[in-house]
Structures are given as C-alpha cells and as structure tokens.
C-alpha cells in the first residue's frame, strides 16, 4: 500500500502535518523564555529604577475653582486646577553611561545619567497668565506660583541642583501636579517681578539612574534635546526622529528641535491633569522624543524567525525525497520520513537551548553541524547511495547558511526570503518538468500487484 505515489503522497501531508506539533511547541519556548526575560528585566527595575522620562521645567499656577450651584439643585464642588506658564526656550543636553546587569541568564541594560537643563521664561507671560486667572469669576483662589519639574521614577534621582537668575536654589521633593507626581518643584513667589527683570533664567543639574530607555517630554515653545551614550545600537523613537545623528562602534550621539506647534504637550498636561488621567509613557509616540537601548542580539526574535522557515526545509525535503524514491527507485518508509522532519525540528530547540549560554552565532553554526551530521549519519543507510547523502546533506546546510543570512538582514528579511522560496520553487519545477508523473505507479508497481485474484 506504501508503493503507491498516490497514498504516499497523502501519507506525507498528512506526516508534514503532524511535525506542526513540535514546530509549534519550540515556538511557544520560544515565546515562554522572552517572556522570562520581560520578567527578569522588571526585577531589575524594582531594584535599579524603571524606564525614565524627563519633561522640561514649567511655571505651574495652582488656582481653585468656585463652587456652582446648577439648576437642578446639585452644586458642582470646586476643584484644584493648575494654569501652566512655558519656558521661552529650553535645552536639554544628557549623557549617559550605559552597562548591562545581570539576572540569571539574561542581561539588562542600565545606565546613569547627567542631565544639564538651562532655558527661561518671560516674567510678563507670567503675570498675564496671573491676570487673566484673577479676571475669570469661576476662580475662587490663586495660589503661589511654583516651577515644576517631572520624570518618571523619583526613584532614580541621585543629584539635583537648580540655579535661578544666577543664584543658587533648593528643590523640594515633588512636581506637586497631581497624576504626575515624581519629580520636583521650586516656589516662584519672591522671584517673579516684572519690573526688576524681563525674564527668569534656570539651570537644572540632574543625575537620573534608568533602564532600557530614555524620553525627554518638550513642553517649552522651543524645545532642544541633545544625547550622548556609550551604546552602540539605538534605537529612535517618539514623536519625532532626531535632526541628526552619528552611531559609531561603541557610543552614538543624536540632536532633536521640536516647538509647541508641533507638539503641544503643555496643552495635553493641563488637559489630562482636569481629567485626573496622565500616562505619558503609554502615549510615548505622540509626546516624547527619545530612544530605546536594544540588544542586537535578541536570541529570541532571530529564533522566532529562524522558526518560520522550518516548514520550507521539511516540505521540501519530503518532497526531494519522495522524488529521489520513485526516480531511483528506492523504498522509504513513512516512519523514515518522520525521522527526518523530526531532525529538522530539533535543530530549532537546540538553537533556542544553546543560544541562551553562547549567543546566537555560535549556537546556530553547532546547531546546523550537529543536525546535518544526524541526517548524513541517517541517511547514509536509507538511501544507500553516498552521492545523493551528500548532496542532500550539503543542500540543508546550504539552506541554513542561506536561512541565517536572512535573519540577520532585518530590512530586507522579506525580500531576500521570497527570493528563496522562488528560486527553491524555480528549481523543484525546472528539474521535474520532464518526469512523468502517472508513470511512477506503474514503474513501481511490484510484480504481485499483476496477480489475478
């Protein structure tokens, strides 16, 4: 019944279709140990500090609301409202010192950071923010007028320093906005006379402890943000990309410019403060500019990739045997075939295991040595034919060769894997178009088959 090239045919997809059991359980390992990773980088941050983000200092006015009677009887009580003034101009400029921790098996990378803030505002758009606040009868009280300043996790807070018009000050603990509480803030009361002066000049000095990522949220009218690390493979993200950047072996630097037409996060501030919701990570596209410290090594991502071509190597290697067994006129058992797709399965879960302990190069060249060295040892006495083992040998490790070669070219992966499956599917049919498909049942027909009953 095996002898048949029409059951044999349907034995084999049938065969192809069960290997998507151990395909399928590698690629959930797969999913499984980036997850541990995941984990093991928020046990870091628990210890070390979380992802950080900076936001430019503004003048920040408390004021109360009045009460209002409504006329169906409920009264609307008052609120704690916030009239943001921005600074004129604000330059940021941060240098950080990146290294990697460890937990277990995976590295996280960290880093310390100076920031160096210096900016002004107009004390005239001060006092007309003032002004008006005292013009609106909604307005039950003003409060003093505080500069605000605030990041992500106050945990990461090593040193501060601020320096108004060239005299030094003190931060006090807090940014005392409400949903965007780490940070810091300043009282304003006794340095804002428009008389005395047309504008507050500021310098902060900060140094911030973080990990995996860095965002500055721009909230003056003219924004500049400049980046120095020892990391060579940023990654950019945020609202805008930088105007410029250099990334050199070990290190890369990148400048931004962004104004309050563009992105008018002061206004986003003062809206999300009324509605008491604030999440400025989660809208990090929309509001920050900034960058992501990857790992070029990400076993798990190239491994995820590496999987997808698995079911190309099995099909086509059932199909070059299935062709090689009916022209040569060998016999092979679907048990046989089974062997094969299995080795070719195994070679993903090795490369999974071996790449956690000596990185992913290495693991995928001992991986492809030790399943091609399987299957030439297998198939030396299936095939009995020393020619066709080494060709078929030298052919899956060609396609692995090929296969990696794609995996590391991120840009162009999909390209480069079409190419390939046009160029195997090219050969499959250009090799068979002379071979005459309803004969192999009768060329390997056995004898008794003839038999009447």
Known sequence: MFRSPSFKLLLLLFLFLLLVIPITMVQHKTEDRSRSQSQAQFSVAQHWTGKQWLGSPVIAIPYQTK??????????????????????????????????????????PVYRSRFQIQGYFQTEDIASAMEKLAADPSVDHIGQAILSLSFADM????????????????????????????????????LIDTEKSKKIDFAVSLQLKGMSEIYYLPLAQSNTFSLQANWPHPKFMGAQLPLD??????????????????????????????????????????????????NPVDIYLKTERAIKYAFLLIGLSFMV???????????????????????????????????EHIGFAFAYLLSTVACSALLYGYLKRVLKNQALTLSFSAGIVSLWA?????????????????????????????????????????????PSDDKPN
């Open 321 to 355: 045997f299935y062709i090689i067994e009916h022209i040569k006129g060998l016999s092979m058992h679907p048990i046989q075939y089974a062997f094969v797709g299995l080795a070719i399965a195994i070679f993903y879960l090795l490369l999974l295991a071996l790449a």
């Open 67 to 108: 009460a209002i009677v409504q006329n169906n009887g409920y009264s609307a009580a008052s609120r704690q409202l916030w009239a943001f003034v921005p600074a004129k101009e604000a330059s940021l400029n941060a240098e950080l010192s990146v290294e990697k921790r460890k937990k277990g098996i995976y590295e996280i």
């Open 155 to 190: 945990r990461g807070l090593e040193q501060q320093s601020l320096d108004i018009n060239g005299q030094t000050q003190s931060f006090e603990v807090g940014s005392k906005l409400k949903n965007l509480s780490q940070g810091l803030h300043h009282q304003m009361a006794n």
């Open 245 to 294: 950047y250099k990334i050199e072996a070990n290190s890369f630097s990148a400048n931004w410019h962004s104004n309050h037409f563009a992105l008018d996060n002061l206004g986003y501030i003062e809206s999300c403060l009324k509605q008491n919701n604030c999440a400025v990570l989660e809208r990090k596209n929309r509001l920050l500019l900034g960058v992501d410290f990857i």
């Open 402 to 446: 090929l296969l990696y070669i794609i995996i590391q070219a991120e840009d162009f992966a999909l390209l480069m894997g079409s190419i390939l499956v046009f160029a195997l599917l090219s050969a499959l049919m250009l090799g068979t178009r002379n071979i005459d498909w309803y004969s192999l049942g009768q060329t390997n027909k056995s």
